[in-house]
T-cell receptor, first 115, second 115 residues
């Protein structure tokens, strides 16, 4: 079974600064997908970024980027130029390739962006 | 609006009762997933349907059941409710089983409170 661990329950960052959220996972699979989801106070689960394990290049979506270290089973999220609207819970999630039909989530990191 | 519609948004009911949560997937999506988000256990996968058939089952209690109808909407039935069933229940949908490279699209959730 896969496990996903987010070791930072809470973090804060000043507006316009950069913050990195950590995620580690444990799996015996060689091919899989990794995701970061954002859950603002509205409770909506919003996909932020995704990474395919067989791609060495780190995914980037505007101000959001990841540092994917497959050997270390690490998948951190970097948010650049933090904005007040980035305040939310952030969940790291794992999905097996092909046979995967279930997202395994980490416990989440609560991020507060301060003005 | 994500395109995944969940009703009702809020539900308050007494212990021992039965409730039905409804989900309409995004147009074109054939696969529906149900997740439970409770305060102490994070997001847990319950069950998945694909084109009307059960595809995968997670840690779903025997008191809970679900189905997907020919029009692809899905219902999650929770019976003999206990205080511990209080949680946010999410529905998500994807075009193909597993969500593949695209992850899921989540609805905004149903907040169930059992009193």
């Amino acid at each position: 079974a896969q496990t996903v661990t987010q070791s930072q329950p809470e973090m804060s960052v000043q507006e316009a600064e950069t913050v990195t959220l950590s995620c580690t996972y444990d799996t015996s699979e060689s091919n899989y997908y990794l995701f970061w989801y954002k859950q603002p106070p509205s409770r909506q689960m919003i996909l932020v970024i995704r990474q395919e394990a067989y791609k060495q290049q780190n995914a980037t979506e505007n101000r959001f980027s990841v540092n994917f270290q497959k050997a270390a089973k690490s998948f951190s999220l970097k948010i650049s130029d933090s904005q007040l609207g980035d305040t939310a819970m952030y969940f790291c999630a794992f999905m097996k390739h092909n046979a995967g039909n279930m997202l395994t989530f980490g416990g989440g990191t609560r991020l507060m962006v301060k003005p | 609006d994500s395109g995944v519609t969940q009703t009702p948004k809020h539900l308050i009911t007494a212990t021992g009762q039965r409730v039905t949560l409804r989900c309409s997937p995004r147009s074109g999506d054939l696969s529906v997933y149900w997740y439970q988000q409770s305060l102490d256990q994070g997001l847990q996968f319950l069950i998945q349907y694909y084109n009307g058939e059960e595809r995968a089952k997670g840690n779903i209690l025997e008191r809970f059941s679900a189905q997907q109808f020919p029009d692809l909407h899905s219902e999650l039935n929770l019976s003999s409710l206990e205080l511990g069933d209080s949680a946010l229940y999410f529905c998500a949908s994807s075009v193909v089983p597993g969500g593949g490279n695209y992850g899921y699209t989540f609805g905004s959730g149903t907040r169930l409170t059992v009193v």
